[in-house]
């Protein structure tokens, strides 16, 4: 027995032709001494249905939309003791013996392959951590094994995880495509606990960043800090941090390790910038080439094959243009946490809060830096990725649209030191600190540039008509919540900014939007 691999017992008989997850099995069940139970891993169940809607067929499987919410208003003390049982899977890490048997039901074949689909069309593009060829060979062979087979335990998680990113992009209302992604991410989890602090594969990295990549979902982002950390220091015990390019292994396993490295790279910008911490590594210790551009089916073990058409642009293209606009936030994050000439209000002595115009030059300088790299990275685009190309490929102006939004919300995170020192002066009203005409000219330009980003995110987001025109519903919250806390806080306290702030229509819809989103129970804890 491998540590990534189980062998199940054999499986029940059918009812009516098909395989269904049976729960009544108490001869497999062991109960330890606290009250929870262990169960011995159970080889696939997979669900078939001729026809049935997606709410049947899902609560057959196990996982209704509605079950979680409906077991959390009758309580746990009126639940019978194997459901107060159950609902402790998920609260602690477990080893292979003590995985609940659900983590290894499957939905029926229908319902898994449009959410394999709805993967590759919507998620793909910002986490291409599969090789799809690959990932489909192994899908299909999935739900042909006979149950006597061992189950790779890595590969079912990645799975799980790529039905949970299908599911955000479900035409379900969005309580229900919240249940449903978190039931599938839930498992994913389980499982890849469960193995990766025993054992370090390509595979087990490619589900850990899978499932960190989907914390976002539920505006975990604490433990969405704390996996990738876990993450990067995996990857680097297996060489990820090295180009591969010299390496005796074959082409496909090079690119995953490209395009995993630079995810884990850009991911953890990411969430650096969310927090306003140091990033885990540093891109003068990456030596590790760009993702190739070109189309996963061209991509072989032997090498890229085959002449990509000029008329399908790789989705890669996107990719590396998101890995790069996390190298220009490294500048920026390099820049706030080593000497910052700006402080958060009410940190630090009074004196070192007070705008000091020598600095604020400084700030000024680096802004400017900024803006440079990025208007180089703007230039630097594929024509089809460009802001203004018109294009008739739905895919195509979806990508156009989330670079756009990270653009911008880049830009504005490179003004917002400008943004917090007028805050200080309209709160000390101390508008005449800065002295020099020259110094306060470009300070409020550059105030006025950061809320003109803010409100241009807002207009690229109120435009969208759903998550297949702009991504999942929780990918771009951290955005508006960013651009709402900072307009808001420039209204209240810098009411001398020379007509920077005139966007009270942008605030009011972003706002709006937050609160709509906060007032989902999961939404809250952001």
């Known amino acids: 027995m491998t540590p990534s691999s189980i062998s199940p017992p054999s499986a029940n008989g059918n009812i009516d032709g098909s395989l269904i997850a049976s729960t009544d099995l108490p001869e497999e069940e062991e ?34 939309p509605h079950t979680a919410s409906n077991l959390k208003r009758r309580g746990s003390a009126s639940l019978p003791r194997r459901m ?29 392959s449009e959410l394999v ?28 094994k006979s149950n006597s ?18 599911c955000d992009y479900l035409c379900l209302p969005l309580q229900q495509i919240y249940e449903l992604s978190q039931t599938f991410h839930r498992r994913g989890t389980e499982l890849i606990l469960s193995v990766c602090f025993d054992t370090s594969t390509l595979d087990v990295i490619q589900a850990l960043l899978l499932v960190s990549a989907h914390l976002q979902s539920n ?17 680097q015990g297996l060489g990820f941090h090295i180009d591969p390019r010299d390496w005796d292994i074959g082409f496909v396993e090079k690119e995953m390790r490209r395009r995993l490295w630079w995810g884990m790279y850009s991911l953890d910008r990411f969430v650096s910038l969310k927090h306003g911490r140091p990033p885990a590594t540093t891109l003068e210790t990456l030596p590790v080439g760009p993702p190739a551009t070109v189309h996963d089916e061209y991509i072989t073990d032997a090498g890229i094959s085959g002449i990509q058409s000029s008329d399908t642009p790789s989705s890669m293209h996107f990719f590396n243009a998101i890995v790069q606009l996390a190298h220009i936030a490294e ?96 709160r000390d009203d101390k508008a005449t600190v800065l002295g020099d005409k020259f110094l306060e000219s470009v300070v409020m330009a550059s105030v006025r540039q950061c809320v003109e980003c803010a409100c241009d995110i807002i207009a690229v987001l109120q435009n969208t008509t759903g998550p297949e025109d702009m991504g999942a519903w929780w990918y771009h919250l951290p955005c508006t919540h960013s651009f709402t806390r900072q307009s808001t806080r420039t209204a209240a306290r810098a009411p001398k900014m020379n007509g920077a702030y005139n966007h009270c229509s942008s605030v009011h819809c972003a706002r709006n939007a937050l609160c709509r989103a906060e007032a989902r129970p999961h939404i809250a804890v952001y």
């Open 31 to 64: 109960y330890d001494s606290d009250g929870e139970w262990h169960v011995q891993p159970r080889p696939l169940d997979v669900v078939d249905h001729d026809q049935a809607s997606v709410e049947v067929v899902l609560s057959d499987c196990g996982f209704s």
């Open 84 to 112: 107060r049982l159950r609902s402790r899977i998920g609260s602690v890490i477990r080893a292979q013996n003590e995985l609940h048997r659900d983590n290894f039901v499957l939905p029926p074949h229908t319902l898994a």
């Open 117 to 144: 689909d709805l993967f590759f069309t919507h998620a793909f593009p910002l986490f291409p951590f599969v090789h799809e060829p690959t990932f489909r060979r192994r899908f299909a062979a999935t739900y042909r």
């Open 149 to 166: 087979e061992p189950l790779d335990i890595p590969w079912q998680s990645t799975l799980n995880l790529v039905f949970a990113f299908g």
């Open 219 to 235: 505006m975990q982002f604490n433990r969405f800090w704390s996996s990738m950390a876990c993450i990067l220091r995996s990857a």
């Open 331 to 426: 500048t920026m994050l390099a820049y706030m946490l080593r000497d910052a000439p700006w402080c958060l209000p009410g940190r630090g002595p009074r004196s070192t809060r007070d705008p000091d115009p020598i600095r604020l030059n400084i700030q000024i300088g680096l802004v400017v830096e900024q803006e440079g790299k990025l208007a180089k990275w703007l230039s630097g685009l594929p024509d089809h990725l460009q802001f203004s190309a018109e294009t008739a490929d739905e895919k195509i102006k979806r990508q156009q649209k989330m670079l756009r939004v990270r653009y911008l919300h880049i830009r504005l995170m490179s003004h917002r030191p400008n943004l917090l020192s007028v805050i200080q002066v309209g």
